[in-house]
């Protein structure tokens, strides 16, 4: 399984981005998949995943991060409103089988004050 991360940038507090994930590979087997940042400085933290149609959000983004799966294009998104100063970290996306947690490298989201 390959993730591969997209969609980072600089934008403006207020501004917004949409992430992407392209995964390849025998992503039909994947259980659950989610979106992750890390600060510099601070650990990796859960932003939103999704499961069996279910979703779930940290609460500092609630309401402005919607994740969602295209399954047609294999592909794992992240839409980001009204983005915060607070939300500059690398973004990365997990997907998890079979006790197994797959990466994809990082996306560089920075919320310009």
């Known amino acids: 399984v390959q993730l591969q991360a997209s969609g980072g940038g600089l934008v403006q507090a207020g501004g917004s981005l949409n992430l992407s994930c392209a995964a390849s590979?025998?992503?039909?087997?994947?259980?659950?998949w989610g979106w992750y940042r890390q600060a510099d400085g601070g650990q990796r933290e859960l932003v939103a995943s999704?499961?069996?149609?279910?979703?779930r959000y940290a609460d500092d983004v609630k309401g402005r991060f919607s994740i969602s799966r295209d399954k047609d294009k294999n592909t794992l998104n992240l839409q980001m409103i009204n983005l915060k100063p607070e939300d500059t970290a690398v973004y990365f996306c997990?997907?998890?089988?079979?006790?197994?947690?797959?990466w994809g490298q990082g996306t560089q989201v920075t919320v310009s004050s």
């Open positions: 997990k997907a998890v089988a079979a006790g197994t947690d797959y």
């Open positions: 999704i499961s069996s149609g279910r979703t």
């Open positions: 590979g025998s992503i039909f087997s994947m259980w659950s």
